[in-house]
């Protein structure tokens, strides 16, 4: 059928059948990203299956990763440089559609990760088949990088599963696993995966026939009616999780599907109008650099083997508990010691509850569970690969820690601090192995902060570190190198911010104001409800530690609440009283009127700190900066870090605004060093 074709990225096959198999194996990359060449093969390949009309096709990955993770992002990047978006956009809306217009029944037969235009490839064929396990992700993740599906995805999916599934899969990113996405009708099939692609030539053989209340939920919620009552609702709905001047394109999804018509045409006409727009946001473009940054973190533990199964945890307290849990949950065997085991089983309990929350199934919990024990004794540190030290923020018990267990190591056994402030070159001092001494600095909730600042010191051996990158990247952390100068990176740019937040509170603006001010600038949560999240008594030590390093006071009152067990979230009570995990924030005066450069008090003493960070190297360049910030502290990501801000918004101008909160409030914000660095005189990226 294909003679005399020659295809880099495609193979085909015909069995006796009738079927024609088309298999996607992107040539010198281990994933399928689907770039204008992959689209142009398959744009050949679709044009002779138009006119040879074989019984049926069948598109698979030759990947063992997975079916495709998308649109080729660097190409994007090209054509939003370019001017040439909507072009390529509508080459791929092209692609598809005549790939839908096949008179024969199409199968795609996904494994692994199904992302974008991998999904939107899938959603161009008649039927889907997906292996029933856990790897199978299908999704369309798009708004992450603040665009939304551009190749049919908006157009077909709602008419195919129903609006109320299909808009919050599109408006979050979150992808269907297997069974969600079999439940929904977005597969019309599993199978095992080594029966994957014979089950998928048989589906072509015999195409299934969606069930009646499938197809009718594709109907009825994609009326002229149905989108004006449901695009409110949803734009009502996504306007409290996000605000559209600093995330348009969740709710330039939801104007593309309510304005879209019967007409598959139409739609796809409305969709690759309103991505081409998107494309050229700022928003858009920093959060493409995120996506590249994250690749960048993800790089780094790459080609190494970290050599570690055992991991031994001193300090069962939130953070070494946790570290524990999530430890075991990745797959190693963990050992958890405390002084006491009264110290121990709340941790074990929480672990039970992070197991319960993410694998769903008994028999893997327990099996999470068996690899989680209770170490009073701490007899595992002898036989652990990588020992991590999480007690408490005081360098003599630190070092009286490590002179006990370091005699029993193992040869090569790594020894690492979750210390958030304490300098490594003061906690390697007499240490018999320095060298395989680091900080891997976690963040709390370690479920949710992605970010492992993997803390250097002046003896640290390099392969070392690279172990520990890999370490990192095989729990599903971001690994970003630090200095180990005083609070790292994150937690020394953080603590202004949330310094200058708590003395404002002093001042009796309200903590609702300064945490909604926060927001309004992009912040994930505001600085008083961060506070209390993380633990006032963790803000006052961290706080008392970098105190005279940068140059700032602990705020008053901190002191009396923690004395009072007014610690924040853990207590109940901190700034705010907590109920149900949620803070109970106080009604403000609608008369208050606050003060107009709130905003920027809180958030340029973090510039300011940032600058001086990539002054003295504290990581190794701008990129790593703003990633690390972005992953470790939530700084609003569509502004594309604190080095981006100043890009953005031009150097002049944010030094002149800093200028005036010294020369208003004083000397705390007067210009640290590396304000002439060239790097902030970039162009935004």
């Not at 161009?124 to 999704?139: F, M, N, Q, S, V």
């Not at 941790?347 to 170490?375: C, H, N, Q, T, Y």
């Not at 001494?437 to 709390?444: M, R, V, W």
């Not at 100068?485 to 020394?492: D, I, K």
Request: glycine share 10%; charged share 25%; proline share 7%.
């Amino acid at each position: 059928m294909f003679e005399g074709l020659r295809f880099k990225h495609w193979k085909t096959s015909e069995g006796d059948d009738g079927i024609v198999v088309l298999t996607l194996d992107r040539e010198g990359a281990s994933a399928n990203a689907l770039s204008r060449e992959v689209l142009d093969e398959l744009d050949t390949l679709v044009e002779r299956l138009a006119i040879e009309a074989p019984r049926g096709v069948v598109i698979h990955s030759a990947k063992p990763m997975g079916f495709a993770v998308g649109a080729d992002i660097r190409e994007f990047v090209e054509y939003a440089q370019t001017g040439t978006v909507l072009e390529n956009i509508e080459n791929g809306q092209r692609v598809f559609e005549n790939l839908a217009r096949l008179p024969c029944p199409t199968v795609a037969a996904i494994h692994g990760p199904c992302m974008g235009g991998g999904t939107e490839l899938a959603l161009a064929c008649r039927l889907r088949i997906a292996a029933d396990d856990e790897a199978t992700k299908i999704g369309l993740p798009e708004v992450m990088l603040g665009i939304h599906p551009g190749w049919g995805g908006s157009a077909r999916l709602p008419r195919l599963i129903g609006a109320p599934d299909a808009l919050p899969a599109m408006l979050t990113g979150k992808p269907f696993n297997a069974r969600r996405a079999k439940a929904v009708g977005l597969v019309d099939r599993l199978a095992r995966p080594d029966e994957l692609l014979a089950e998928a030539r048989e589906l072509a053989r015999r195409p299934a026939t969606r069930p009646f209340a499938q197809r009718a939920k594709g109907w009825a919620t994609n009326t002229l009616l149905a989108r004006a009552v449901l695009a409110p609702m949803v734009r009502k709905q996504t306007a409290a999780k996000v605000r559209k001047e600093h995330y348009p394109a969740p709710f330039a999804l939801i104007d593309t599907w309510a304005r879209g018509g019967g007409s598959i045409q139409q739609r796809l006409k409305l969709e690759a109008k309103s991505v081409a727009k998107l494309a050229t946001t700022p928003t858009a473009r920093n959060l493409i650099r995120v996506f590249f940054l994250q690749e960048r973190l993800k790089g780094l533990g790459g080609g190494v083997d970290h050599g570690i199964s055992h991991v031994h945890v001193v300090g069962a307290g939130t953070m070494g508990g946790d570290i524990a849990a999530w430890s075991a949950l990745k797959g190693f065997q963990v050992t958890l010691q405390d002084r006491e085991a009264r110290f121990v089983e709340p941790a074990i309990a929480r672990a039970r509850a992070l197991f319960e929350k993410k694998l769903k199934s008994p028999a893997r919990v327990e099996a999470a569970m068996g690899r989680l024990r209770a170490d009073v004794e701490g007899s595992g540190v002898a036989d652990a690969d990588l020992a991590i030290e999480a007690i408490f923020e005081n360098p003599e018990a630190k070092h009286a820690l490590y002179a006990a267990i370091e005699p029993t190591f193992q040869a090569d056994e790594i020894l690492a601090s979750n210390t958030s402030s304490i300098p490594l070159d003061e906690l390697r001092q007499g240490l018999r192995a320095p060298q395989r001494f680091l900080g891997l600095h976690f963040f709390n909730p370690v479920a949710q902060m992605p970010l492992v600042e993997v803390v250097r010191h002046d003896a640290l051996d390099p392969a070392i570190e690279k172990r520990a990158f890999a370490f990192c990247k095989a729990i599903g952390k971001l690994p970003v190198p630090v200095k180990g100068t005083p609070g790292f990176l994150v937690n020394r740019i953080l603590m202004p911010y949330l310094m200058e937040a708590m003395r404002l509170y002093n001042e009796g603006v309200p903590g609702p104001v300064l945490d909604r001010e926060a927001k309004k600038f992009g912040m994930p949560m505001g600085p008083i409800e961060l506070a209390d999240t993380v633990g006032l008594d963790v803000c006052a030590s961290v706080g008392r530690e970098l105190a005279p390093f940068l140059g700032l006071e602990v705020p008053l009152g901190l002191e009396e609440k923690i004395a009072a067990n007014k610690r924040g979230k853990k207590d109940g009570e901190g700034m705010y009283v907590w109920k149900d995990s949620k803070p109970e924030k106080p009604e403000v005066d609608p008369d208050y009127v606050p003060p107009t450069d709130i905003q920027d008090r809180m958030i340029l003493p973090m510039i300011n700190e940032a600058i001086a960070c990539l002054a003295e190297n504290v990581v190794d360049d701008a990129d790593l900066l703003d990633a690390g910030v972005i992953f470790g502290t939530g700084f609003a990501p569509f502004r594309g870090g604190p080095i981006q801000y100043v890009r953005s918004e031009g150097l002049a101008v944010v030094r002149e605004r800093l200028a005036k909160l010294e020369q208003k409030h004083g000397v705390r914000f007067a210009r640290k060093e590396g304000w002439e660095n060239p790097e902030l005189s970039a162009p935004a990226a």
